[in-house]
């Protein structure tokens, strides 16, 4: 499986950004997905993620209300809408294949792409 990440950019708190991450393989509808961030200086930690059939979602606390992870199968493409942004937000957003909230249980990482929200 490879995982091609896109969307982040420089946006003002306040504002708001998609992310999404593109999937290779057929099988992109039989597995859960996860988004996970890193800050500078800071372990990896978890963001969203979303079951193989979009039904069930889960969240970090510091995300629950402002970010939404959501997923289209039929173009192999998980979507992380995050709105209201604050500046400690900022961090690359890395999409995996996964489930739960712990880096151990994901097995393969998209690239990660930069978001910064300025004050």
């Known amino acids: 499986v490879q995982l091609q990440a896109s969307g982040g950019g420089l946006v003002q708190a306040g504002g708001s950004l998609r992310l999404s991450c593109a999937a290779s393989?057929?099988?992109?509808?039989?597995?859960?997905m996860g988004w996970f961030r890193q800050a500078p200086g800071k372990e990896r930690e978890f963001v969203a993620a979303i079951s193989w059939s979009g039904d069930t979602t889960n969240y970090a606390d510091s995300v629950k209300g402002r970010f939404t992870v959501s997923r289209d199968n039929a173009k192999n493409t998980v979507y992380l809408q995050m709105n209201s942004l604050k500046p400690e937000d900022t961090a690359v957003y890395y999409c995996?294949?996964?489930?739960?909230?712990?880096?151990?249980?994901?097995?393969?990482w998209g690239q990660g792409t930069q978001v910064t929200v300025s004050s």
């Open positions: 995996a294949v996964g489930a739960g909230v712990r880096v151990g249980t994901y097995n393969y």
């Open positions: 393989g057929r099988t992109f509808s039989t597995y859960g």
